[in-house]
C-alpha cells in the first residue's frame, strides 16, 4: 500500500499532502477540513497526526475527505473522527465508507459507536503493541 503523509511531515506539508487530487492540483474543501482538525489538536498534535494516519490507510484523499467531513459528517469533526476510530477498530469496513462516498449525495453516517471520547485509550492501546514490538526487536 502506498501512502502519502509520513509522521515527520510538518503540519503543513501534510494537510498539502493529504488534499492534492492529483500532482499540483488540490481541494480546498480538504484543506478547510483538515485545518479544522488540526486546529482542534493544536495542543495535542499527535492525535491530529493519528488521524491522518488512519485517513492515509484508508486511502481517503482530497475531495473524498471532504466529501466525508461534508456530505458523510455534517462538518461534525466528532462524527468524523467517530468514523476513523470506527475504521481504525475494525468496527467499520472501508467498503462501507467508499460506498456511501461513491454515490452522488452520500448519507449521513449513522449509528456508529461513539468512540471519539475513548480517543487517548484506543490511540495508547494502538501504539503500546507497536512500541512493545519494536522495544523486542520485531518491526512488523
Same mark, same amino acid.
Given at each position: 500500500?502506498?501512502?502519502?503523509?509520513?509522521?515527520?511531515?510538518?503540519?503543513?506539508?501534510?494537510?498539502?499532502?493529504?488534499?492534492?487530487?492529483?500532482?499540483?492540483?488540490?481541494?480546498?474543501?480538504?484543506?478547510?477540513?483538515?485545518?479544522? !482538525?488540526?486546529?482542534? @489538536?493544536?495542543?495535542?498534535?499527535?492525535?491530529?497526526? @493519528?488521524?491522518?494516519?488512519?485517513?492515509?490507510?484508508?486511502?481517503? @484523499?482530497?475531495?473524498?475527505?471532504?466529501?466525508?467531513?461534508?456530505?458523510?459528517?455534517?462538518?461534525? !469533526?466528532?462524527?468524523?473522527?467517530?468514523?476513523? !476510530?470506527?475504521?481504525?477498530?475494525?468496527?467499520?469496513?472501508?467498503?462501507?465508507?467508499?460506498?456511501?462516498?461513491?454515490?452522488?449525495?452520500?448519507?449521513?453516517?449513522e449509528g456508529l459507536e461513539?468512540?471519539?471520547?475513548?480517543?487517548?485509550?484506543?490511540?495508547?492501546?494502538?501504539?503500546?503493541?507497536?512500541?512493545?514490538?519494536?522495544?523486542?526487536?520485531?518491526?512488523?
Open positions: 500500500m502506498t501512502t502519502r503523509f509520513r509522521s515527520t511531515d510538518s503540519i503543513q506539508d501534510a494537510i498539502l499532502k493529504m488534499s492534492e487530487e492529483q500532482p499540483g492540483s488540490f481541494s480546498p474543501g480538504c484543506i478547510t477540513f483538515l485545518t479544522d !482538525l488540526a486546529v482542534k @489538536y493544536n495542543d495535542k498534535l499527535i492525535f491530529f497526526v @493519528y488521524y491522518l494516519g488512519v485517513l492515509d490507510r484508508m486511502g481517503i @484523499y482530497g475531495s473524498k475527505a471532504y466529501k466525508l467531513w461534508n456530505d458523510c459528517c455534517g462538518r461534525d !469533526l466528532v462524527i468524523v473522527e467517530n468514523i476513523i !476510530l470506527n475504521f481504525a477498530k475494525g468496527n467499520l469496513s472501508k467498503e462501507v465508507i467508499y460506498e456511501n462516498l461513491s454515490r452522488q449525495y452520500a448519507m449521513l453516517f461513539p468512540l471519539a471520547d475513548r480517543l487517548v485509550e484506543i490511540f495508547e492501546s494502538e501504539y503500546s503493541e507497536v512500541e512493545s514490538n519494536v522495544n523486542n526487536g520485531n518491526q512488523s
